[in-house]
Antibody
């Protein structure tokens, strides 16, 4: 069955760029009508959608983070990636990648999440 | 942005009891694009309900969703030990997609 796995540094310094990759296995990232998104959850807090990407590279972002976020996709590696620039302690969170069906669909498959701490 | 407000913040119940969780939106959720997720400690959220009332694959029928417009409800008919967790609602019909702040269902 389809699985998602996040990877990347667990510690990022303030003002630097956070970079994470989500690897899709058990299926193709190029499957029609599926979008691939990022969601984060600060420790002890709720969930926040960061943005989503289609296999064509089409993206849409949460306006609250849009100026700092870049999503990309590599269909040859079955991966998609998140870059968040100029990070601060407020960006410390568990970062999840997830799949949703259509532009406006629920997140039906999630990765296990990866904790990223912003600290010097 | 659509703000989702969940109530109560915490629900203290015993196994076998019925749980009723509320999610209220600041604006109409288009096409009832409202989902419910369950999250246990250290785990990713799991999709329970989508389209306000459709159960996701493999979700037991003790979970049911209802509502439309701005008011939605998740009902767990009889709580099993594995149902004690945090539950989030999410609207996905308008961008940005937004989540409620969560309701914790704890053992009384």
């Amino acid at each position: 069955q389809l699985q998602l796995q996040e990877s990347g540094p667990g510690l990022v310094k303030p003002s630097e760029t956070l970079s994470l990759t989500c690897t899709v296995s058990g299926g193709s990232i190029s499957s029609s009508s599926y979008y691939w998104g990022w969601i984060r959850q600060p420790p002890g807090k709720g969930l926040k959608w960061i943005g989503s990407i289609y296999n064509s590279g089409s993206t849409y972002y949460n306006p609250s983070l849009k100026s700092r976020v870049t999503l990309s996709v590599d269909t040859s590696k079955n991966q998609f990636s998140l870059k968040l620039s100029s990070v601060t302690a407020a960006d410390t969170a568990v970062y999840y990648c997830a799949r949703h069906h259509y532009y406006d669909g629920p997140f039906d498959i999630w990765g296990q999440g990866t904790m990223v701490t912003v600290s010097s | 942005e659509i703000v989702l407000t969940q109530s109560p913040g915490t629900l203290s119940l015993s196994p076998g009891e019925r749980a009723t969780l509320s999610c209220r939106a600041s604006q109409t959720v288009s096409s009832s694009y409202l989902a419910w997720y369950q999250q246990k400690p250290g785990q990713a959220p799991r999709l329970l309900i989508y389209g306000a009332s459709s159960r996701a694959t493999g979700i037991p029928d003790r979970f049911s969703g209802s509502g439309s417009g701005t008011d939605f409800t998740l009902t767990i008919s009889r709580l099993e030990p594995e149902d004690f967790a945090v539950y989030y609602c999410q609207q996905y019909g308008s961008s940005p997609k937004t989540f409620g702040q969560g309701t914790k269902v704890e053992i009384k």
